[in-house]
């Protein structure tokens, strides 16, 4: 392990929990230790020196976060104290900040393929080939010749959030790929169905609740995901001290685990089973008690029958809980005054991810929990679209059309990661010739990368949006950089949705942008531009059309706060510094608070916009205007669950982790980052390193139906017997990379194990997590 240069952050330091303050509490001060190149102004900072607020983009937390700027070098890094929502906390990644945003492998000009070699190019040269390659493809092949994979940051960034819609429909293909299908897709699913709205995702009220089930998700690592909490740690730390419950259901022994009441090592990918056990009991022991719900819910009745066979007895052996503890948690969470049951990854990424997903939330309305203060709510945030009187909706629709392979049902529109290669690769009318990657690295976030390796490679032309040359974008024929994130205005769309309390914040562009470097803004509007045949027309072009269209769409709507308005009226009157800050400040105008771009840069640390409140009928958009339970798609995969039952369980499965000073496969280039726990190494139980032979520091060979991998053998308690866990996102091996870094300590991809084939399929969502594999001793 290199030691991180400059030394500041010792490993061990770095890697203990940050101690944050108490959520609502004083504001607390950044616990983490200043990252190397990130340290505090020293008393001889220049008159140069001064500081900046930025919303941290490094994971959904959203921490308000103060830069100490020296020229146009960010030099230190704190929480923001005055911030509205995080009140200072901030984690090591945060806290890097400072050495991410300078790292000198970031790309700073466009690279472009000559000679079968990537050479830095100018954007005009970049985007000219842009153009030249892909209207004829388009209009040679028809739309579906041009893929399009969107990447996790995407949800990061303001570029990401506004313009990858515009994109896809300038291209109108089908192929649609993002790490949502290796992700949160049974949510939306689950929601989609139950709700009408994929974007309908409850989020557990964690500063209230009086019990939290909290399935397959690690929020000490994390940070929280599909729950945007600044400082969740002290928030559960919080929800324990005014004497409420925690109860963790997960293999592994984490450091959220630690802290629970209650700790359910559950056999991996049985999350499913279980929930269906907790909802059978309530059934049994007539502890169903939905309240207000009863008359917004249909089919209720149906589910108690559809669970009718997953009793605890029934599906104890397969979960590996006793049927006693199914039985007391069922009644904790009905004896409650208020729970939220919440599951994420490791309830996502698995066989039945979207029935388990569905399940969290019939747990929650059978206990009256759902849409109530203390349960799980629906967000209200700053660009939604305002509220409007419940009437039924179109309903949520699932398979529309199949991938051409193998035959594989869209959902939400995207197809499943995990039929790309063979989509790319599979010849014959409808092949993805092209493939425009924004903000992702599918080769190591997806199965079978070496197959992705060879699928890119094969492919006409390629293009990518991203900082780095890395093992995706390495196969790119123009890489188009964004700039280092200080020199970007921020604004969460995405996790406002999702935060467990309603609040808005803006931050503009901490350092001015770089000469040479673009937007990145820019660089996805010239990139739809670039593709619709209007090449070299302004980028403003892009945003004026998307607010024409939405400001005529808005005056023609009665629940419309401009109802009846002029159009060109409303758009003159918009104010920003760019189009995508005029887009933002029309969202925030149509939005539910009424708010303006101008009235929240005035309020530099955000607006709180209160608790979250119930919304339901309101945002229901299914069929029938109710919620409903029991959707025939969820029927309909419900043998499949009863099946599992009686399979007999692999002897050794493996799921993942994450590291707190990692972010999937790219923050490992980021020294203060890359040391410590943060180790690509495979954890086994003490029982099971006996059985298989392997020491502490042995190498193992861990082998499933994709491949095979090296890695470090870590014999830890902290994993169930029967269980091995390997991280997600190393393997930083491969030609043609730009990561110093990372490369000196590449780690081995763990999905090079699968070959794509297990999906969860209803939501097209890649089995990640609880996969059989054998591991042996490495060959020497
Ligand atoms: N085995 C296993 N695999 C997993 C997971 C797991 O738990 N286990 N987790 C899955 C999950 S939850 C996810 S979300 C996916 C993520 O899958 P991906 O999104 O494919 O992977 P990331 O590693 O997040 O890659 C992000 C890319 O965006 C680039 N980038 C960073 N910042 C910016 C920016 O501001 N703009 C642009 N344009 N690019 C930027 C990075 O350099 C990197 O290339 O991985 C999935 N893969
Ligand atoms: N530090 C750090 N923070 C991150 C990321 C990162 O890579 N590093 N990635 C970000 C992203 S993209 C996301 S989506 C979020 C994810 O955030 P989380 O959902 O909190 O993800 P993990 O920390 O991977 O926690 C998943 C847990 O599920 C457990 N698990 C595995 N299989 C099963 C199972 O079958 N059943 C149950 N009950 N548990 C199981 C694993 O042991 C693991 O502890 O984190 C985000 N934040
Ligand atoms: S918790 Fe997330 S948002 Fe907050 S400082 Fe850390 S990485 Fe940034
Ligand atoms: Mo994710």
Redesign the pocket.
């Known amino acids: 392990m290199p030691p991180p240069p400059g030394g500041p952050v010792s490993s061990t330091a770095a890697d203990a929990p940050t101690t944050p303050p108490a959520p609502g509490g004083a504001p607390g001060t950044a616990k983490a230790p200043p990252a190397a190149g990130a340290a505090a102004p020293s008393p001889e900072a220049g008159p140069d020196t001064r500081t900046a607020l930025r919303i941290c983009?490094l994971c959904e937390a959203t921490c308000g976060l103060t830069l100490t700027i020296e020229g146009t070098r960010v030099t230190g890094v704190r929480g923001d104290r005055d911030d509205v929502f995080s009140d200072g906390f901030i984690c090591p990644k945060g806290a890097s900040f400072g050495e991410l945003d300078a790292d000198p492998d970031r790309l700073r000009t466009p690279l472009v393929r000559r000679d079968g070699e990537l050479r830095e190019a100018s954007w005009e040269e970049a985007f000219d080939l842009i153009a030249a390659r892909v209207r004829p493809l388009l209009e040679e092949h028809g739309p579906h010749a041009v893929g399009l994979?969107?990447?996790?940051?995407?949800v990061?960034?303001m570029?990401?959030a506004l313009y990858p819609p515009v994109l896809l429909g300038a291209l109108r293909t089908r192929n649609l790929f993002?790490?949502?299908t290796?992700?949160?897709m049974p949510k939306h699913v689950s929601g989609g169905l139950l709700y009408g709205s994929a974007l309908a995702i409850p989020v557990p009220d964690l500063d209230r609740t009086d019990h939290l089930l909290l399935l397959g998700a690690n929020p000490l690592e994390s940070n929280g995901?599909l729950c945007t909490a600044p400082d969740f740690p002290g928030r559960l730390k919080a929800l324990r001290r005014r004497g409420g419950t925690l109860t963790v259901v997960d293999p592994r022994r984490t450091r959220t685990a630690r802290l629970a009441d209650r700790h359910v090592a559950i056999r991996p990918g049985t999350d499913a089973l279980l929930l269906a056990a907790l909802v059978n009991v309530l059934f049994a022991e007539g502890l169903t008690a939905p309240g207000r719900l009863a008359e917004l819910v249909e089919g209720i009745a149906d589910v108690e029958t559809a669970t009718a066979a997953f009793t605890p007895e029934a599906v104890g052996a397969a979960c590996d809980v006793a049927p006693d503890d199914i039985r007391a948690m069922a009644r904790e969470l009905a004896a409650a005054p208020t729970a939220a049951v919440y599951g994420r990854?490791g309830s996502c990424?698995v066989e039945h991810g979207t029935l388990a997903s569905w399940l969290v939330d019939v747990l929650n309305v059978l206990t009256g929990n759902l849409d109530r203060p203390g349960g799980a709510l629906f967000p209200l945030s700053a660009t939604d679209r305002a509220p409007r009187p419940a009437a039924p909706g179109k309903g949520f629709a699932l398979g529309r059309w199949a991938s051409r392979v193998s035959a594989r049902p869209e959902a939400k529109g995207e197809l499943p990661?995990a039929v790309l290669a063979e989509e790319m690769e599979t010849p014959g009318e409808g092949r993805i010739r092209a493939l425009i990657c924004?903000?992702?690295?599918?080769v190591?976030?997806?199965p079978d990368g070496d197959r992705l390796d060879r699928a890119l490679a094969g492919l006409d032309f390629m293009v990518?949006?991203?900082?780095?040359l890395?093992?995706?974008?390495r196969h790119a024929d123009v890489v188009?950089?964004?700039p280092p994130?200080a020199q970007?205005a921020h604004f969460d769309f995405a996790f406002n949705a999702l935060a467990v309390r309603n609040q808005v914040r803006f931050t503009p562009a901490a350092v001015p942008l770089e000469e040479g470097l673009r937007d990145?803004c820019e660089?996805l509007a010239r990139l739809v531009l670039a593709v619709s045949g209007m090449h070299g027309a302004d980028p403003s072009a892009v945003d004026d059309m998307v607010i024409g269209q939405t400001l005529e769409k808005a005056v023609a709507d009665p629940h419309s706060t401009v109802h009846g308005g002029d159009p060109a009226k409303i758009a003159a009157d918009l104010t920003g510094d760019s189009g995508a800050e005029r887009r933002l400040d029309m969202m925030l105008r149509l939005g539910p608070y009424g708010l303006t771009l101008a009235g929240l840069k005035a309020q530099p640390h955000g607006i709180d916009l209160g608790p979250l409140r119930p919304r339901l009928p309101e945002i229901l958009r299914t069929r029938s205007g109710r919620v409903e339970l029991l959707p025939g798609p969820v029927a309909a995969d419900l043998p499949r669950l009863r099946e599992a039952l009686g399979a007999r369980p692999a002897s050794l499965v493996l799921v993942?982790?994450?590291h707190l000073r990692s972010?999937?496969?790219?923050l490992h280039n980021v020294p203060a980052l890359n040391g410590g726990s943060n180790r690509c190494t495979l954890h086994v139980h003490p029982d099971d390193a006996d059985r298989l032979g392997l020491g502490d520091g042995d190498t193992a060979r861990v082998t499933a139906e994709g491949g095979s991998v090296d890695a470090p053998v870590e014999i830890t308690e902290d994993v169930r017997r029967g269980v091995v866990s390997?991280?997600?996102?190393w393997g930083h091996d491969r030609s043609g990379v730009r990561l110093s870094t990372a490369a000196a300590r590449p780690g081995v991809n763990?999905?090079q194990l699968?070959d794509g084939s297990r999906t969860d399929p209803l939501s097209g969502t890649?089995v990640?997590?609880g996969f059989p594999v054998e591991v042996t001793p490495a060959p020497r």
């Open positions: 983009p994979f969107l990447g996790n940051p995407n990061h960034t570029a990401g993002t790490a949502s290796l992700d949160q995901s990854i990424t990661v924004v903000a992702g690295n599918p190591l976030s997806a990518s949006v991203d900082p780095y890395n093992e995706t974008s188009l950089p964004p994130p970007s990145e660089i993942g982790r994450r972010n999937n496969s790219w390997l991280p997600h996102g763990v999905n699968l890649a990640l997590n």
